[in-house]
C-alpha cells in the first residue's frame, strides 16, 4: 500500500532541479493517498512563471510510484503563498535567514 511518505519522497525528486523540496518550498498544502488515488493540493506562489513545469514535474513523478494509477492535483489560488510557509530547509537553500518564530 503507498503512503504519503512515497508520494513526498518522489516529489523530492521531482523538484531536485529548483534546490529544495516542493514541501520545504511551502507549496504543498496536502497530500491525501486514497488507495491507488492520491490528492495533492499546491499553493503556489502567484508570480512562479514555471508553475507549469512545477505541475508537470510533479505528476509525472507521483503516477510513477508503484500502486499508484490516479493523480489529482489541485491549485488552490484562494490561498495566498507568504515565505512563512518555508520550511528551515527551505530557506537555507534559497539563502534566506532562519525564521525567528
Given at each position: 500500500?503507498?503512503?504519503?511518505?512515497?508520494?513526498?519522497?518522489?516529489?523530492?525528486s521531482?523538484?531536485?532541479?529548483?534546490?529544495?523540496?516542493?514541501?520545504?518550498?511551502?507549496?504543498i498544502?496536502?497530500?491525501?493517498v486514497?488507495?491507488?488515488?492520491?490528492?495533492?493540493?499546491?499553493?503556489?506562489?502567484c508570480?512562479c512563471?514555471f508553475l507549469?513545469?512545477?505541475l508537470?514535474?510533479?505528476?509525472?513523478?507521483v503516477?510513477?510510484?508503484?500502486?499508484?494509477?490516479?493523480v489529482?492535483?489541485?491549485v488552490?489560488?484562494?490561498v495566498?503563498?507568504?515565505p512563512?510557509?518555508?520550511?528551515?530547509e527551505?530557506?537555507?537553500c534559497?539563502?534566506?535567514?532562519s525564521d525567528?518564530?
Amino acid at each position: 500500500m503507498v503512503e504519503e511518505r512515497d508520494v513526498r519522497a518522489a516529489m523530492e525528486s521531482a523538484a531536485k532541479h529548483m534546490g529544495a523540496s516542493l514541501v520545504d518550498l511551502g507549496l504543498i498544502d496536502s497530500i491525501v493517498v486514497d488507495g491507488v488515488s492520491v490528492r495533492i493540493r499546491v499553493v503556489p506562489h502567484c508570480d512562479c512563471p514555471f508553475l507549469p513545469s512545477v505541475l508537470e514535474d510533479m505528476y509525472e513523478a507521483v503516477i510513477g510510484v508503484p500502486g499508484i494509477d490516479e493523480v489529482d492535483i489541485e491549485v488552490i489560488w484562494s490561498v495566498q503563498w507568504r515565505p512563512s510557509r518555508l520550511s528551515e530547509e527551505g530557506r537555507r537553500c534559497l539563502g534566506l535567514p532562519s525564521d525567528p518564530r
